[in-house]
């Protein structure tokens, strides 16, 4: 599945981000790529893109093309909060920590409001409260949106059950519910359940819909669930300079992914990989895990001279960045086996 | 140089955004999806591109890649002007008809103040009536940026003199330059001048570098001049969605595309492909030829009847958007001189 | 009506901006000074300032009081189109030419489209194209919303039939009406026809409803006939620093201008004291009067020599704003009949 | 001080923004009212304003006029941070709490950090580390302003070495520094010291000048130390719909206020009655006194059946909104020592 089977092992852990392009999807690209084709989403290559997702989530849906996950989460976000509008979310959530504000760029300066939870995962009753607190008291943020993250920041994934609880607070409370998607094919893939099950009919309006990270390389996707919404992303969109002209090469990304099952594919994989990693650390002398690894991150407290070596012998990873000697790895789509083991083998040695 | 040189000629004269990706370019694109990379432009591939970019422009240059031609002008605009700034633009000026308000959106709500002139090339005296116009008066936008597009909407270009005078008025008035170089390669192409005299020698700030229609696929980028700049358009543009984390993938794009001139050399194709149609129209009666094709955009008057029948046969162009009875043929990097010559006999076999 | 009516006459002729409060207002002002009162528009004066407008527009409006018109306007049109439409409005309109960008900065980055006509008056063909151009058409800001100036800015009235049509126009296009009422009184007073004709009747949405230049002193409104709109206002308002405390300062004003008709006839007074001068200085050698002033604002063309004696006298008002040798005087409620026979004196005296 | 003295006992404690205009206030707001003046701020009063707060800071400064605190806070907000920066402040502040987002629109998005400290009070170890927190990196918003209020939302006030101590650790990390002043001038009657001292000596940077809880009608003002940034103010005030034609208005309120320290002598007042109240409440059985009533505001918890028997008797005030049980009274300008007598005898005696 990897191009690096041979030669020395990928030292990259970092993030699922640092990986390359699917072959599959590389090659799709490239293949389209002669001859003319009407721009902006009318080609042929666009339709099959939108048809593959339709019928992955037993209905229509409505479709558009992204060039990042961040334009992802923010159009879809300004699409579902008036400016006045306050969006509940985790407080370890990309939207309120990694994206310089871009909600609030696309929104007009609705508010994020973090909540607490395990694992990055918000806690219901904390939900609950904050989307009924003040609401219809102009001298506060209307409580708009939520926004989920499907599998969290922190590798963990919220149970069939816990989003559809999700989603009933939010209904309950009238409120729109958003689903950050960076890693939802690890989720679809670590829970078995039907993309439909963990989205739409669970109160899901809009999906930011991951695929860099498992495998595409300049094509992410909104999901329109809540087709009402859709004339108004596209707007939003071509005045954020998210209407690309060539749209069919983003489109054959995605369309490569999703056909044969490759997305799945990908993600299982990644989970696999950090899996095996996970196996392979706990038994290891000083190495403590830390939280579940659900889909494709693990985090584990490391003692200092492991840490070192390993960024010594060249491994790339966070580290200290959550706390002072807890560390995390990421596996991709493109880690394989024998960069895993490699890495366990080095963290036995450097433990002995 | 197209694809297209066997089977049916390509009847596509709508758009330079309706061709696919250079060979070379969707060669190098595949050429780096194995293995890992830094993500963010943190890449070779991303200095890479940069640093071909300040050898073409004669100095130190920073980069920033984007999804689309609208977010490098939106972006360039953004960091150029406050929201209680004006932007001096033609009224035929892309920014101003055909990006959805993207300028208004990224600058905060910013005007722009359309302009006069030939051929969609800005009037030098309503410049400096507009660059002074209510300066300083709180109850107006504040005079703050000059855009000017190169080559033009209409398919013309500024000569080096009509820039710099641009350049001096603007520079006079204490505002800052953009160009919009959608079209920069044909300009440089037709003009025989060097990219430095063209931009920064003549004032301009940052340059909007187009490249999708003239090659690329999913890569544009703004050349910043005024390095005092840089992180801010950096913070701008991650907040706006525009920073991907695979950036290798734009930036391989963006290198073939620098590599061996290959840019100059598709831009003067094109170019001669739209001075060939217009040698090819020029004696067909009927047929008033309208304006110059400096670059690769011809515009003419056609009799309905050849209009409808060139329809008919399966040719894409706009007509009747700008007037009734005008025709635009706009030809790419892609178009061969059998495309060109396929269209010329249909229309002279229309018109007799 | 004027507190100068002794001393020297008043030289003011620049704009009724200029005039301080009506006596009747200040007195009401202060007659609520002591003691508590709900804050935030919840006390009994705000209640009677709604109460009389529902009155005087013979049917239930909400009303937010804000203080200034360039709010007031603001605040409608942000009401009335998305970020990503287009305001229509004449080219000589305030909201386009004299608030800094307002409009732009509360619809979060909206384009004022500018349209011709007389007199500052829209013209119904030009607005007829407009309201229907590239409606849905992602690349073009969508066209949202009509912003009619009544009186206009150059002291022209719409006829009743004038403004049925442009709404009629407006209603067939699917697009919300926004009326400028800065001098919507002098307008009512001009026209003889109901506040309710003028306005809701003929499909007004939002009515800015301005005091400020007719005798209030720190109180303008928006008179809310889609109250579907009223709550959206409301938070706009407040987020917008325009939802003040003490209220019933603001609203204490405008409940004594709309009371016994104070606010019908400060306005008549103001344009009859236009009309005087109109009538005083028609024949006057070397005058000429330019439009009509519907109002109580009078254009003329002034030989040079005249307009400097005037300056020299200490009069003030605009010239050489328009065009070289334009001047205008406007006269408001305070402007004494005095005022007016002394300036035209002065006007016969130089042109002798 | 009060008009009140005679008949019952005022009975609201619900907050200052209850109380009226102190009389000598709206006697010079009355007293300005006849004739005309310049407009937009180029009077004779606004000048006078403006030299008065140059007197009582002992510097020049410029001042803007604003209608509301919320546009005071929010317009200072997005002078001093760009739109994809932070703005540090307490987690209960105002600004964060009660203004509907208003700093988020005005900044185009900027991100509040709320932070934690004692009575609303910012924490100095907590403000060094989120000064420096992520700085400079683009994923991130960039602290750029720390907000501090004096005195606070919850009635305390931070010592002169507290604002000191806040001013070192801003200016150290490169931070510009907003002082929220609703209650300032309780603040500096409370703590004795010069307002000098208490601002721009300590790094403030613009100060909210608080004007309306303390006896003025319609108008608050923003104190700019740093002149570098009055034109950019000019220009947000005129844009949001902030620049009142009529500024004497306005003006001569705030000439009034600081006249014969009548700004001192209402807040001292105010001080001195919530102080009262505190010694009138300290014994009453069942009644808790919480915090320090520093300023005019007291936190208290009450048994519930005194709450509700002083509800019942008419009283408001605040209460279960922070804590169950838990109330707050504030005092005025305009509350009598009768009326703190009165409340006190009340409790007491529901006590009993």
Known sequence: MSSTTTGPAARVFSSDNAAGGSPEIVEAMAAVAAGPALPYGADECTAAAESRLSEIFERDVDV????TGTAANALSLAALTPPWGSVLCHRDSHINNDECGAPEFYTAGAK?????????????EQLRAAARHKAGDVHSVEPSVVSVTQATETGAVYTLDEIR????????????????????????AALG???????????VDLLSFGATKNGTMTADAIVVFDRSLTSELAFRAKRAGQLTSKMRFQAAQLDAYLRDDLWLRNAAHANAMAARLQEGLKAVPGVELLGTADVNILFCRLPRRITEALLAEGYTFYHDRWEPGVVRFVTSFATTERDVDHLVRSVVRHAA
Not at 64 to 67: E, F, K, N, P, Y
Not at 112 to 124: C, E, F, N, S, T
Not at 193 to 203: D, I, K, Q, Y
């Open 64 to 67: 558009l093309l992204v060039s």
């Open 112 to 124: 994020l409001v973090p909540l607490g939870g395990d694992d990055a995962r918000i806690d219901p």
């Open 165 to 188: 609880t999700l989603g009933s607070i939010t209904e309950e409370a009238g409120l729109r519910l958003h689903m950050d998607g960076a890693r939802f094919a690890g989720a679809v």
């Open 193 to 203: 359940c039907t993309p439909a099950e963990l989205t739409w009919r669970a109160g």
